[in-house]
């Protein structure tokens, strides 16, 4: 993904019929295809390529309790989803559902197995290196478009939330609070309006120092 381009997105508009004359009104808001394309070509399998979700401005109507809410972050080159944390009430007495990101989104499991990096061994055959549990590679994602050099970017929660101990302890001056670290949406679940968006990432550079 050219970090540097303009992104395009084709989105669901809720309007007409699917292929068995239903409103797919679920499917509002929904990227179908995202600079030209409905997958990326970047990661190690089919399931980490997959777009699945928004873009994160809205979702579909009567949002409940037990659903996923997938979107696209273009900027991470990869689909996230968020579960429902808790109801709050705004300034004008309405019910908001709260979606928050999982602490097991960005862990080292077979879920997450396909981001991981490639890495070529002494005998010269292909392994997949996947880091710690809290940190994600942005190596395939990120580069510069004229000279096409990977940057050795990894990013992660602020703070290094939910991250390995072993990464948590290596650094100093890191104080994870999931109060404030944690990327969340607030939607009003009638309309799926969102009502407040609270992105969190931090990026590192790898050093071989």
Known sequence: VDSIAHDTFLINNGVGFDADGEKPIDQVGTI??????????????????????????????????????????????????LTFNETRRNFADIDLYRYTLPRTIFSNSTENQGFCMNDTTINNTHELYCLPDGLFTQTPCRHLSEVDIPFPIIASNPHFLDADPIVLNAVEGMHPDDAIHRSFADIEPTTGSKYSLNKMEKIDLISDN
């Open 32 to 81: 179908e295809r995202f600079n030209y394309s409905t997958s990326l070509s970047i990661w190690a399998d089919p399931y980490a390529n997959m777009i699945n979700g928004t873009d994160g401005t809205i979702w579909h109507p009567n949002a409940t309790k037990d659903e996923r809410i997938y979107a696209f972050s273009p900027d991470i080159c990869r689909s996230v989803y």
